[in-house]
């Protein structure tokens, strides 16, 4: 309850300060004379919430964002599993890959607009390409450093390439798959986004854009806001979800410094408090 109270009070801080620099129209070099105020911005909010626009922007952007990320996940993940598993593959779409990844996605906008028949297609091609690079890198790595004696002892007991696959390399990999996917869901919505902003028809990107140029500064920290909070939400969704398949996984917790290990009854030192460790048990009792 302590790390929730710091982390309200944090907020509520940023948010004060906001509205102390803005009322006060403060200009030392940054001129938050210019910005509106949070009481601007919740009126405006407010407003938003009771129109049918901001939910058609809402809806839009999460069908485009989730669709191409899906598209990501699976293809990315296939993808490097394919490039860490086999020369051939490696020999043949490596170099494309690696020549088609530094390319910023964004940079793509006007690839889309050429090669897809409607804008709603060319912006999820551009959400899977800013999520589908992370995804690919972070498996590809995880795969490769899979402990070779696992998949040994798996050949041994008989069994087969797709044995193997959904046995060791699929589970042993899934953290780092998460990684990726954690840093792609984030990339995915800045390049969503910014197609919206570009070639848009609806969207929360495309009403940010079209609120900066009527000059209403209310509604654009609206949009700012909206994209910050789903942003936060999928990215912990993803977050949550990788630790629910990684149960299986050993967790660390944080222990302030300072505060005393726990002494064990029976055991003659001091030992860390955690569960389920051998330091935890009494020495004659590990023999």
Known sequence: ?????????????????????????????????????????????????????????????????LTGFLLATVLGVATGVLVARSRLAEDLLGPLLEVVRPIPAIALV???????????????FITFTAAYFPVLVSTRHAVRALTPVWEEAVRT??????????????????PGIFGGLSVGIGVSWICVISAEMISGQYGVGYRTWQDYTVVDYPGVFVGMVTIGVLGWLTSTGVELLGRRLTHWLPRT?????????????????????????????PHDQLV
């Open 110 to 124: 006007p690839v889309a607009i050429l090669l897809f028949p409607s804008n709603e297609q060319g912006i999820v």
């Open 253 to 281: 917790s944080y222990v302030p410094g300072g505060r005393p290990p726990r002494r064990v009854r029976g055991a003659g030192a001091l030992t860390p408090a955690g569960p389920g460790t051998k330091e935890n048990v």
């Open 1 to 65: 309850m302590t790390r929730y109270a710091l982390r309200g009070l944090s907020l509520a801080v940023g948010l004060g300060l906001w509205q102390l620099l803005t009322s006060l129209n403060v200009d030392v070099w940054l001129r938050f004379s210019q910005f509106p105020t949070v009481t601007d911005v919740a009126r405006a909010f407010t407003d938003r919430l009771s129109g049918p626009d901001y939910w058609t922007d809402l809806t839009d952007s999460l069908t485009r964002i």
């Open 157 to 174: 007991m008989g069994g087969g390439r797709w044995r193997i696959l959904g046995s060791v390399v699929l589970p042993g990999a899934l």
